[in-house]
């Protein structure tokens, strides 16, 4: 059964450096989402990616955030500077479509971001 | 954030016991009501989607949502070991959004135990 893969599995980074994050998603999926999750909260929305271009981003997608599909089958976040309030478990998600109707999003494992 | 409440938990019952899951929400635009389920880790995976008010069965497990209230409950008959995860409501639809944005309550953690 196909799934959405995600790597590293844990990434351990000093405040202030950048990270990459991976995801590659289903591959027949055209959209492309990133959630977070900070230790016993919620799984927040962080942006949805069609057509290589957002289609929406949340309050907490701000400036140090940045997406892109640098090829066809990849799918990566990029946080520019790294805050310790970023530490987080990370989920990549696809689906078919999202435009007018439901499409079941698919989430990978996640990638846990450690910021120290 | 307030758009979706869920009690965390966590919540532990025998097997064969008849579960209740609930959150509620405040943004009245939604449209699509979801469970998922998520495993240690492993991501969160939908167990059960519904459009708009009403109930939807799939094998032991029904979803109810009541826009009335603002309210959607998941029950789960015959609990098994095998159903022991956390489980998250989400709901998507909300005004200002589009349908891909997913607002999650906390999760409730449960545990079935044999």
């Known amino acids: 059964e196909p799934e959405v893969t995600q790597t590293p599995s844990h990434q351990v980074t000093q405040m202030g450096q950048e990270v990459i994050l991976r995801c590659v998603p289903i591959s027949n999926h055209l959209y492309f989402y990133w959630y977070r999750q900070i230790l016993g909260q919620k799984v927040e929305f962080l942006v949805s990616?069609?057509?290589?271009?957002?289609?929406?981003k949340s309050e907490i997608f701000d400036d140090q955030f940045s997406v892109e599909r640098p090829d066809g089958s990849n799918f990566t976040l990029k946080i520019r500077s790294t805050k310790l309030e970023d530490s987080a478990m990370y989920f990549c998600?696809?689906?078919?479509?999202?435009?007018?109707?439901?499409?079941?999003?698919?989430f990978g494992p996640g990638t846990r971001l450690t910021v120290t | 954030q307030k758009e979706v409440e869920q009690d965390p938990g966590p919540l532990s019952v025998p097997e064969g016991a008849i579960v209740s899951l609930n959150c509620t929400y405040s943004?009245?635009?939604?449209?699509?009501f979801m469970w998922y389920r998520q495993y240690s880790r492993k991501g969160p995976e939908l167990l059960m989607y519904?459009?708009?008010?009403g109930n939807k069965e799939d094998g032991r497990f029904t979803a109810q949502v009541d826009k009335s209230s603002k309210y959607i409950s998941l029950f789960i008959r015959d609990s098994q070991p095998s159903d022991s995860a956390t489980y998250l409501c989400?709901?998507?639809?909300?005004?200002?959004?589009?349908?891909?944005?997913?607002?999650f309550g906390r999760g409730t953690q449960l545990t079935v135990w044999p």
């Open positions: 943004n009245s635009a939604f449209q699509y």
């Open positions: 989400a709901m998507s639809g909300g005004r200002g959004s589009t349908l891909g944005r997913l607002y």
């Open positions: 998600a696809s689906s078919e479509k999202f435009a007018n109707s439901f499409y079941e999003q698919y």
């Open positions: 519904t459009y708009s008010s």
């Open positions: 990616f069609y057509n290589n271009e957002i289609s929406e």
